[in-house]
């Protein structure tokens, strides 16, 4: 399907119920590999789909995890996120790293409708813990 498709918020209808998994760079692939063992031992009928920040992330999805589906964010619109959430059939999605990449409404309207946003290794500056 077509970028310019699914910024305006149509993406293909998965089969089953969706993980959608925000990947904002490289350095936050390396978190994907266990992630993805996690989820399909927990969740085996649930469909993933990827959203990456760079081009390069985007690329190492796409050479390094069999048949992933990389969508393309939607505009920073309440409509467009809502019609990219309910096609997408979401049940959780889940940000590496820190949700502020993502358009404000897309998260916005993930809350609003009840999908769950889950932050995993997030960095705080230079904190470490």
Known sequence: ???????LGWVRLPKNRSVLLC?????ACGALPALL??????????S?????????????????IAQAEVLSLPLNSAPTSLLFL???RARVLIAITDPF?????????????????????????????
Not at 1 to 7: A, E, T, V
Not at 23 to 27: F, N, T, Y
Not at 37 to 46: M, S
Request: charged content about 25%; glycine content about 6%; aromatic content about 8%.
């Open 1 to 7: 399907m077509s970028r310019l498709l699914q910024k």
């Open 23 to 27: 990947v904002p760079d490289l350095l």
């Open 37 to 46: 063992d996690a989820l399909g031992r927990e969740l085996p009928r649930t």
């Open 48 to 64: 993933l789909f990827f959203m990456a920040g760079s081009r390069e992330a985007e690329r190492w999805i796409t050479d390094n």
């Open 86 to 88: 309910l096609l997408t």
């Open 101 to 129: 990449w993502l358009p404000r409404s897309f998260v916005a309207k993930a809350y609003d409708i009840g999908i769950p946003v889950i932050v995993i290794r997030s960095r705080l500056g230079d904190a470490e813990a």
